[in-house]
């Protein structure tokens, strides 16, 4: 009987650890007045993923070719980050 239980117990851990992984994530919020930041060059504006806000393709730096970077051009209005840039 005990050897019943126990192989019982192990058939159904896989099951439970597959249903921990499939849990709906939360979803993805975005808008117009939404993860908006300033920075020194204008404000940005990223989107909130499982309660982590998240900013893409931000510039840092611009360069021209085998010259040091110097900081991005600023711009008016607002950025959108919420796809890498090119």
Request: glycine share 8%; charged share 15%.
């Amino acid at each position: 009987m005990k050897r019943l239980l126990i192989a019982c117990c192990f058939a159904a851990t896989p099951l439970v650890m597959n249903a921990q992984k499939t849990a709906a994530p939360l979803p993805i919020t975005v808008g117009t007045d939404i993860a908006i930041v300033p920075t020194e060059q204008g404000k940005v504006r990223g989107y909130i993923h499982n309660g982590t806000y998240i900013y893409k393709g931000i510039p840092y730096a611009q360069a021209k070719r085998f010259q040091p970077p110097t900081k991005p051009a600023s711009w008016d209005g607002i950025r959108s980050s919420l796809s890498y840039g090119p």
